[in-house]
């Protein structure tokens, strides 16, 4: 089968009596070019094994499939299923009905069983393309990066918002707590914009392109758990300087000793000093 069309989309969800779930975030990838865009910015590579979430109808797994990746597609909706299987009939697709945010991923990508293993050919690295819905993107990420080492690389298709909290650098108006989270985990870059107009329905917010890269080793040596819990009391009063916001973790004195001045405001901190902090 050929990479789906608006008006293969259509025909496909008539013939299987579908609608898109507002309440899932379904708005399903029709455009033939931006499918291309998405794998050829994904780095994809015959032999790599590549987790999809949320394939929907399946127009990102048949590009990732052109381009010789095996693919684990997860898919929340129990009722796309039966399309989603004839579209990759014959293809190098495992298709697992599950909420992405309970799957056990080391069960589904640690090898515990041989038919986990590699063949050959195969790559032993994983890594994750897809077109995220907008309302589990953010939490999903930000699970999936500490959790399971196994994944790699990430290109991921989030709303606009975002995809720039993600990737915001101290100072910038989107640093957060997600970006605090992806930088201690990996990097992340906004790599490319995706228009409105090439998903089915039409959403009302734009999409941008973030590829995120795993570090084997987290950039500071400090306790995550540790340096979470200064970063949320830091961005839980933003306005705030740090000697305010995380008085009941530390006296400005501590805070100076770090090297750090006490009069900063958390989105200002760069990750290298949130971890002299956690250290204090």
């Known amino acids: 089968m050929?990479?789906?069309?608006?008006t293969a989309v259509r025909e496909l969800m008539d013939r299987h009596g579908l609608s898109?779930?507002?309440a899932l975030g379904q708005n399903f990838l029709c455009d033939p070019g931006t499918i291309d865009k998405i794998v050829r910015l994904s780095g994809v590579r015959p032999g790599d094994r590549v987790v999809e979430?949320?394939?929907g109808l399946g127009s990102l797994t048949l590009g990732l499939t052109d381009a010789g990746a095996s693919v684990l597609a997860v898919e929340i909706d129990r009722y796309l299923i039966p399309a989603l299987e004839e579209v990759v009939v014959g293809r190098d697709v495992r298709i697992l009905h599950a909420d992405a945010m309970a799957v056990d991923w080391q069960a589904e990508l640690g090898g515990i069983s041989e038919a986990r293993q590699p063949e050959a050919g195969q790559s032993d690295r994983w890594s994750v393309v897809a077109n995220l819905p907008y309302n589990v993107g953010t939490p999903l990420i930000l699970e999936m990066l500490p959790s399971v080492p196994q994944l790699e690389r990430y290109l991921v298709m989030v709303q606009a918002e975002v995809g720039e909290r993600l990737a915001a650098e101290?100072?910038?108006k989107g640093c957060g707590i997600p970006s605090v989270i992806t930088s201690f985990w990996g990097s992340a870059t906004v790599v490319g914009s995706v228009s409105s107009q090439v998903f089915f329905p039409k959403p009302k917010v734009e999409s941008v392109l973030v590829k995120l890269e795993r570090r084997r080793e987290?950039?500071?040596?400090?306790s995550f758990d540790r340096l979470m819990a200064l970063v949320r009391a830091g961005?839980?009063?933003r306005r705030k300087m740090i000697r305010r916001s995380l008085a009941a973790f530390l006296t400005s004195d501590q805070i100076e000793s770090a090297g750090i001045d006490p009069t900063k405001r958390a989105e200002a901190l760069d990750l290298v000093e949130w971890g002299k902090l956690a250290n204090v």
């Open 2 to 6: 050929s990479l789906l069309t608006r």
């Open 20 to 22: 898109p779930s507002r």
């Open 53 to 55: 979430i949320g394939p």
């Open 170 to 172: 101290p100072g910038e």
């Open 218 to 222: 987290p950039m500071v040596d400090a």
């Open 235 to 237: 961005f839980g009063q």
